[in-house]
């Protein structure tokens, strides 16, 4: 009955459009005006134009939120709990006994995890540094003395350098036109 209802009320639309009387006509006679004016006044004058589609930059954005969620959000649900439960440090007095270790300095829970779990001891850090000052303390003072002996060695001329090459005394006999046979041939 419904749909009977329906379609009573369209037959009145039907009856009064170009379906029903008129379109033969102006079909068949040809390029009419009337046929030329009517697909003019029923368009809007604008052209589509042909562009790129959206879906791969959607896709991609959507996964990208997606794997920022998935990892994201553990770690804001971690930091919240530690802001939220734990707290920042309170400044108390503290026993003569004790010493606090390097990673209760800090005021923050999530900063106080990270040095101590994740950072280097700051001691150790320190040692290192002064280590390295050490090392390249004595390297400079190696290339000091270094110099300074090749200089006393140029100026005495009165020592045979590790760079020396002793001549056996029959190559300083020969002339220099057998020393190049001798050489050419022995290869």
Aim: charged residues 25%.
């Amino acid at each position: 009955m419904i749909v009977h209802s329906k379609l009573i009320n369209l037959v009145p639309v039907i009856a009064k459009s170009n379906l029903r009387h008129g379109l033969k006509e102006k079909v068949s006679k040809g390029l009419n005006s009337n046929i030329n004016y009517n697909q003019l006044r029923h368009s809007h004058a604008r052209t589509m134009f042909i562009r790129p589609g959206k879906f791969y930059t959607k896709k991609y954005f959507d996964s990208l939120h997606f794997h920022f969620c998935l990892a994201g959000l553990p770690f804001f649900l971690f930091i919240a709990y530690q802001n939220f439960f734990v707290g920042p440090a309170i400044l108390n007095d503290i026993p003569e006994d004790y010493e606090p270790r390097y990673w209760e300095y800090h005021k923050n829970p999530i900063k106080r995890f990270m040095s101590r779990y994740i950072f280097e001891i700051p001691e150790r850090a320190y040692e290192r540094n002064l280590h390295f000052i050490y090392v390249e303390g004595c390297k400079q003072k190696m290339r000091n003395l270094e110099k300074k002996v090749k200089t006393m060695m140029k100026e005495n001329q009165d020592y045979k350098a590790w760079y020396y090459v002793p001549v056996p005394k029959e190559t300083l006999e020969m002339n220099k036109v057998e020393f190049i046979l001798i050489i050419i041939l022995s290869k």
